[in-house]
């Protein structure tokens, strides 16, 4: 279609509107309502523009193009209209911009300076909207200044899947609020903030902290999830005060989630870590550098010298960056130890070794939306990957079919073609009958071992799914590689793609799930399970907290407590850290740090510090280059983490090489029954990460709520509790009093109990039997 705006031709496709055409021209029509994300609404009414022929001026985001239409945006009637809509929007608004939390980025504040008047016409009394209390993270104190844009509304419905927020009434009594009181729980609720073109929403923890002038912004990426979001640090006075999405199509569009935007808070926390710490006569006290390094130094080699190389065993957390991985497997195998890992919430290695190279995603992000056909294999997906969950939503809302199978029937509010819900040692059954069903449909022979499962309606329609379309995709969430029979799962999941010609892979846990194979940081020993099994005389952590951050963290702590030497390189200084630690040495944060993740597609990210480091914190990858230089290590005369990642990475950008997730030599063979109470652990959002965990915000919010023992009616019934009844679980030697709760998404004969909390702590493997009585 041609169109003329303002004298300018553009080429647009059919359906384009009057809005899309101005962008591709980069003509600006003034507008509130319409966002490039979200379905038009067409209510603000400011994008009025005049076109030709037609008798009164029409939206622009809402006005589909013509061939050979002729716009003008600057028009005299199509100003007066504008005007006219701005006088409307500031009849009620309140003249609180002094105060107003969105001064400086304000839409309303800016266009009025274009399109309002100098004085009011009005004179009657301005409405009051009473505020609203709807949680921890956004503010609706002064919804007075609502325009009613209802980007908000739409926002929760389209993109978040759930309708948290909506307009009551109508004319100027019209209200957004929630339903019935209640709190808006979205773990993509901030974006709301983002969208607001006035200062109705707002965030609680950044109000009143700063204005936007006085604000730096700079460039970061995410540490939580595996996607690598792209984020703006707004920093004052050496101070991270609040965390924004940067526009990337390729990765996370312009959506964020409420882990990445509010656990900036724990940055300025008074459990940070300010100067080395050292175990003296039984307690810890602070010393400098130079002190602690030395006493380092020496105690490793002390290990080494009298217990051996393989006393040694050194764990990174999977959300280190990628030169501070590459540096501590350095150290450890120049000490002469194989046993280094970052896997720590992973049970089953009987995969490595087998693999054609580093697990990844399978295909590029941006590509979900083309797909005919997903299944997600082992996932608590909208809770595990917020971001990834919602490329999914919007590729159900079209054509794509999407099926899941998990260990918890929780609703991802997605439109799913089919979901099957099973116990964690059922799950491998449940896809081996999907990899059936897809070999009976092609009328191929069906892959030895799995002759004996049985096929259910959901596997075969699933199967079908897998057959139709010309683009498909396996993904093996969080609990397919916690679980015990992981490689099992790989080796299906792998045959299931061969069979449909679909791509496999892995959405990843963290930052640098990826980035941890690129960097080497794999045993030729003992790996992160084995190290806490079979305890060692040494360990050295980095950035990681065992007894949060492992499959079994009984154990973890057991062995780290029976240690010579404990090393653990932290931002923190509280935990159960100060129990087992025998030095504490402060490192910084991604914010305070140089550095580069590897996300879920292989893509290298780097990023630089935004701030200078908290205390006499340093930067991780400084103090792993300075024990290597004090152990006489060659290799660790580095200046700067550029010069680390590009050992590493020779390129220093774009896809890192060695992307494959095939997988040889792991027989199809099925795991057999338990027989016994299940324990089905979930990662809650807001406790996966050190730096999530002490966000005060984020732990306010409902998603943060202690463990409960979560179990169906049925199972309940078996075991004789009753809702709300108190019980004590135990496997092994720990255990755990907790409140028994009723859950319809939890499987048959399972019990739901979150990890990563100091309440399950005790407990043990995250994926295996479990014990449960009255208490």
């Known amino acids: 279609m041609e169109i003329e705006i303002d004298g300018k031709v553009a080429h647009v496709p059919d359906g384009s509107t009057i809005m899309d055409a101005a962008q591709q021209l980069g003509a600006y029509i003034p507008h509130f309502c319409y966002h490039k994300k979200l379905s038009i609404a067409a209510n603000c009414r400011m994008c009025l523009v005049q076109v030709e022929k037609a008798p009164k001026p029409l939206p622009a985001c809402a006005t589909p193009v013509t061939n050979g239409m002729r716009v003008f945006t600057h028009s005299e009637l199509a100003v007066k209209a504008q005007k006219g809509v701005m006088e409307f929007l500031l009849i009620n608004h309140p003249l609180d911009c002094p105060i107003c939390d969105q001064g400086g980025e304000c839409q309303l504040q800016d266009l009025a300076v274009g399109y309002g008047g100098s004085a009011s016409r009005f004179h009657e009394d301005k409405r ?5 209390d709807v949680g921890p993270l956004i503010s609706m104190q002064e919804m007075a200044r609502c325009i009613h844009c209802t980007r908000c509304v739409r926002f929760g419905q389209e993109i978040a899947g759930v309708m948290e927020l909506g307009m009551a009434n109508r004319n100027m009594h019209s209200e957004i609020m929630t339903f019935v009181g209640r709190s808006v729980d979205s773990e993509l609720s901030g974006n709301m903030i983002d969208l607001c073109p006035v200062g109705a929403l707002t965030s609680k923890p950044f109000r009143y902290s700063a204005r936007s002038w006085e604000l730096s912004r700079r460039k970061s990426i995410s540490p939580h999830d595996s996607i690598g979001a792209n984020l703006v640090a707004q920093v004052k006075n050496n101070v991270v005060l609040r965390i924004l999405p940067r526009d990337n199509e390729d990765i996370n569009e312009c959506w964020i989630s409420d882990k ?4 900036y808070e724990a940055l300025n926390s008074p459990a940070r870590l300010r100067k080395p710490m050292v175990r003296v006569d039984g307690a810890l006290r602070e010393v400098d550098w130079n002190v602690a390094l030395d006493y380092v130094s020496h105690a490793l080699k002390d290990v080494v010298s009298t217990s051996g190389a393989e006393s040694l065993a050194a764990l990174a957390s999977p959300q280190a960056t990628l030169e501070e991985m590459y540096l501590l497997q350095k150290l450890t195998r120049g000490l002469g130890s194989g046993n280094i890992d970052f896997r720590s919430r992973r049970r089953d290695f009987s995969a490595d070794g087998k693999l054609g190279g580093v697990p990844w995603l399978g295909l590029k992000l941006s590509e979900i939306k083309d797909l005919d056909a997903a299944v997600v294999v082992g996932s608590f997906l909208r809770k595990d990957h917020p971001l990834f969950a919602q490329r999914l939503r919007q590729l159900a809302k079209k054509w794509g079919k999407v099926s899941l199978l998990s260990v918890s029937g929780d609703n991802p509010l997605i439109k799913l073609h089919a979901q099957v819900t099973v116990s964690p040692a059922e799950l491998p059954l449940a896809l081996a009958a999907v990899v059936k069903a897809v070999a009976q449909l092609k009328g191929e022979a069906v892959p030895t071992g799995l002759e004996a499962v049985k096929l259910s309606p959901a596997s075969e329609s699933i199967a079908a799914s897998l057959l139709k379309g010309n683009k498909r995709a396996i ?6 590689e916690q679980n ?7 080796a299906l999941a792998s045959e299931l793609a061969r069979l449909t010609g679909a791509s496999c892979g892995f959405i990843g846990e963290a930052a640098n799930s990826v980035g941890g194979y690129v960097a080497k940081a794999l045993p030729t020993a003992l790996n992160a399970y084995e190290m806490f099994a079979q305890p060692r005389k040494a360990y050295i952590l980095l950035g990681v907290e065992p007894e949060l951050d492992c499959h079994h963290p009984q154990q973890a702590i057991a062995a780290l407590k029976g240690a010579a030497l404990v090393v653990s390189l932290t931002p923190f200084g509280d935990g159960a850290a100060r129990d087992y630690a025998d030095v504490l ?12 993740f590897v996300n879920t597609e292989g893509r290298l990210q780097s990023f630089s510090g935004v701030v200078r480091p908290f205390g006499d914190a340093r ?7 300075v024990l290597g230089n004090l152990l006489d290590l060659p290799g660790f005369d580095q200046e700067s983490s550029e010069q680390v990642r590009d050992e590493i990475v020779p390129t220093g950008e774009g896809f890192v090489d060695g992307l494959n997730n095939s997988i040889n030599g792991v027989p199809l063979a099925l795991p057999a029954a338990l027989g016994c109470l299940q324990r089905v652990a979930d990662v809650p959002i807001y406790f996966a990460d050190p730096l999530a965990r002490r966000a005060p915000a984020l732990q306010k919010t409902h998603d943060a709520v202690a463990p409960t023992a979560r179990m169906n009616a049925q199972t309940l019934l078996t075991l004789g509790f009753t809702d709300g009844a108190t019980v004590r679980v135990w496997q092994g030697s720990g255990e755990a009093v907790l409140t028994a709760r009723v859950d319809e998404a939890v499987p048959a004969d399972c019990l739901r109990i979150a990890a990563a909390h100091v309440s399950t702590a005790a407990l043990g493997d995250m994926f295996s039997a479990i014990n449960v009585e009255r208490a």
């Not at 040495?585 to 580069?596: N, R, V």
Request: charged letters at 15%; aromatic letters at 12%; zero cysteines.
């Open 128 to 132: 009051v909207v009473f505020h609203k």
């Open 484 to 490: 015990p029979h992981a490689a099992q799962l790989h």
């Open 585 to 596: 040495l402060p490192i910084a944060p991604f914010s305070e740090t140089s550095g580069s």
């Open 475 to 480: 993904f093996l969430g969080n609990a397919a």
């Open 260 to 263: 990445e935007r509010f656990s």
């Open 619 to 625: 930067p991780a990858w400084k103090v792993l280059r």
